[in-house]
């Protein structure tokens, strides 16, 4: 303890609140030690994961398995005792305890002798993974059935000691006997989950092509610790979740393009049996072939089904097309003109203009557009979105997710000298940090940028307003649009989205989506450090992670940028872009020894993974080795833990030179 002067009158209220903690000098102390204890420990093992695009599947797996981690342990301690399908069972067993032990119980003959085994080895590994940690942290993770039994076996070493190796043998032998081994074995395979990843981060886009992005939320609902820098995607959903009715339109229109209709449905109850009786009464005649879905398994669906979703496509397309250019004109300020696709078509020719040249159209089939005025729905049209804005604004499980990552998510993060953000800083042509006009006049960049635009997005879902605020919501609403495709937006960063040339147009010069000065820039590392500096970080030491465009690993491309400053970690989660990646996703793993890359191979299916005891192959790349392993004292969680020691401190000064008095601990009042 320091002898420093302290200025306990202008402390008073704060050390008195803290004396109902630590009522005596005793309990003070102890707290320091505590305190002290845990500054030395190695730093948790964090996790991040990015663009996870609704593969709900493949994402579990990877929880499951700690991106690799949990097979690296249990290779290091039993590569010589076991064969490889052993270890490869005993992977299988912690990643999927129940399904796994009914698959035992059908081929196993000895149970008995399999359960003392399994649990012996379990407990072996739960012991591994618990090291860093403090007792009273894995206390608190531990269910709290057999939390006494799980602490007795963890902390008694079996090997040297008879009579200890007796003791561990028979609260094991009982745990059999009393039919609780199933209970027991799940319960130690869910810990072992929960301490080899000490916090996740999710760098955005949980939403849109896979099916299960409502499964994801699921899981994160219930995950012990985790935040996430949200992603345009998650944008465009939180949009739709708000009443934002392009966002809607986008939503249900990247469903239909990938045949996926399960988070919408079947994740939160929206029903789009209106929009496929109005795209078959308006479209039924059209073949509507700019607007098949990509559908990774053509066996799975009929030609009758495919053509009934690619009216759906088509017809929610061309509403929303409409409705942005309503945006659009509403806000000059977005700079977006060059979007009013409807207004640069001759219908008669059945050509497009773009920039001087004139441009055939696939289709110019268009019986809901009057040319004269394009952007106005017809009286089906707007009814039809009014049921679907109806039907997204009061999703309950919707606004749960959306809430749920508003509680756990911003725009950017500063976490361990590490800046998170998804996809971009805008930047200027001469590399200099871009202002951006958020609203008429208000212009930011940089770090401003990205905090005006959270506290839009969080305006947007204010439960009670202010009448004379209630234009502030409403342009917070309508911004979503904004953000999911404006040229400026942090989350899109490019000159325009060509959704409408993409359906319309066969030259590919008019699909090409010319990416922000970010995206040229973010390969130098004076950028990096610029970047860096902006946010308050050391460029010495300090890293940009993001994700939101992939990485293409089979043409050479780099995760690893900016010198080693910057690492873009999409490596293709979702299975429309296996082919394109040339792998199936990226963990950035930070442990107390450095930076670890694992990248992903496709993942087969969970049935595989618990039948066949198919893992995720992962191939690990060290991006960066401390040159000493790093403890708690070195985070930010240090930089906490060291002000609560310095106000204890002050406390023990408080209590010792008579400016407090010690007293009993005051117990609650019983009911």
Not at 155 to 165: A, F, G, P, R
Not at 206 to 220: E, F
Not at 287 to 304: A, G, N
Request: hydrophobic letters at 35%; one cysteine or more; aromatic letters at 8%.
């Amino acid at each position: 303890m320091t002898n420093r002067p302290y200025d306990l009158k202008k402390d008073e209220r704060y050390l008195q609140l803290l004396s109902q903690s630590f009522p005596t000098i005793a309990e003070a102390s102890t707290e320091i030690i505590n305190l002290q204890a845990i500054l030395n420990l190695p730093k948790g093992t964090e996790h991040f994961l990015a663009d996870i695009h609704g593969e709900h599947e493949a994402f579990q797996h990877v929880l499951k398995n700690a991106s690799g981690n949990i097979k690296r342990k249990v290779n290091e301690l039993f590569g010589d005792t076991l064969r490889e399908s052993e270890k490869r069972d005993l992977c299988t067993l912690i990643y999927y305890p129940e399904q796994k032990l009914e698959l035992v119980k059908q081929q196993e003959k000895e149970l008995e002798d399999w359960y003392h085994i399994a649990i012996h080895q379990l407990v072996r590994i739960c012991r591994d993974v618990s090291s860093k940690y403090t007792r009273s942290k894995v206390r608190k993770s531990l269910p709290v059935d057999f939390q006494y039994i799980i602490q007795e076996l963890l902390h008694e070493s079996s090997s040297n000691d008879k009579d200890k190796t007796d003791y561990v043998s028979a609260i094991i032998s009982t745990i059999i006997s009393t039919g609780r081994a199933d209970d027991f074995i799940i319960a130690i395979s869910n810990v072992i989950q929960r301490l080899t990843i000490d916090h996740l981060h999710i760098l955005g886009d949980i939403y849109d092509r896979g099916p299960g992005a409502h499964v994801v939320m699921d899981i994160l609902k219930n995950y012990h610790t985790w935040d996430i820098t949200w992603g345009n995607h998650d944008i465009l959903w939180m949009g739709a979740c708000a009443g934002n009715k392009p966002c809607i339109c986008n939503v249900i229109r990247i469903a239909l393009r990938y045949d996926n209709m399960d988070t919408i449905e079947d994740g939160y109850g929206i029903n789009l049996m209106q929009l496929a009786t109005f795209a078959m009464d308006v479209y039924g005649k059209d073949p509507c072939k700019e607007f098949m879905p990509k559908v990774t398994q053509p066996d799975s669906i009929d030609d009758k089904s495919l053509q009934l979703i690619a009216r759906m496509h088509k017809a929610i397309s061309i509403i929303q097309f409409k409705l942005e250019a309503q945006m659009i004109k509403k806000y000059p300020h977005w700079k977006m003109e060059n979007r009013l696709s409807y207004e640069m078509i001759d219908y008669k020719k059945g050509t497009m203009k773009i920039g001087g040249t004139e441009y055939k159209l696939t289709s110019c089939n268009f019986p809901t557009v009057d040319p004269k005025n394009p952007e106005v729905l017809t009286p089906v049209e707007e009814a039809l979105m009014e049921k679907l804005h109806h039907s997204f604004t009061v999703s309950e499980k919707l606004r749960k997710h959306i809430l749920l990552q508003l509680r756990h998510g911003c725009m950017y993060q500063v976490c361990n000298n590490n800046l998170l953000y998804h996809a971009s800083i805008p930047l200027n042509e001469d590399g200099t940090l871009k202002e951006v006009e958020i609203c008429p006049g208000n212009f930011a960049k940089g770090k401003d940028l990205l905090h005006k635009v959270g506290m839009i997005i969080r305006c947007a879902f204010q439960p009670q307003i202010e009448p004379e605020k209630m234009k502030e919501k409403e342009y917070a609403i309508d911004y979503f649009m904004y953000l999911w495709c404006g040229p400026n937006s942090p989350l899109f960063d490019k000159a325009m989205m060509t959704t409408f040339e993409r359906y319309f147009i066969k030259e590919k010069e008019t699909h090409h989506e010319e990416k922000g000065f970010y995206f040229k820039f973010r390969d130098k590392e004076e950028t990096a450090d610029m970047i860096l500096n902006e946010f308050g970080l050391s460029s010495t030491n300090g890293h940009i992670i993001n994700g939101h465009v992939p990485v293409h690993v089979n043409k050479g491309e780099s995760p690893i940028k900016g010198g080693g400053k910057l690492m873009v970690i999409d490596g293709g989660f979702s299975q429309a872009y296996h082919k394109e990646t040339g792998i199936a996703g990226y963990t950035l793993v930070y442990h107390s020894r450095g930076f670890e890359l694992v990248q992903h191979e496709p993942f087969a299916s969970q049935e595989d993974a618990i039948k066949r005891g198919i893992d995720i192959m992962g191939t690990t790349k060290i991006v960066e080795l401390n040159q000493r392993r790093l403890k708690v004292a070195d985070m930010d969680k240090g930089t906490e833990l060291k002000l609560q020691i310095e106000a204890l401190e002050e406390l023990l000064y408080a209590y010792r030179h008579g400016f407090l008095t010690e007293r009993e601990k005051q117990n609650p009042p019983k009911m």
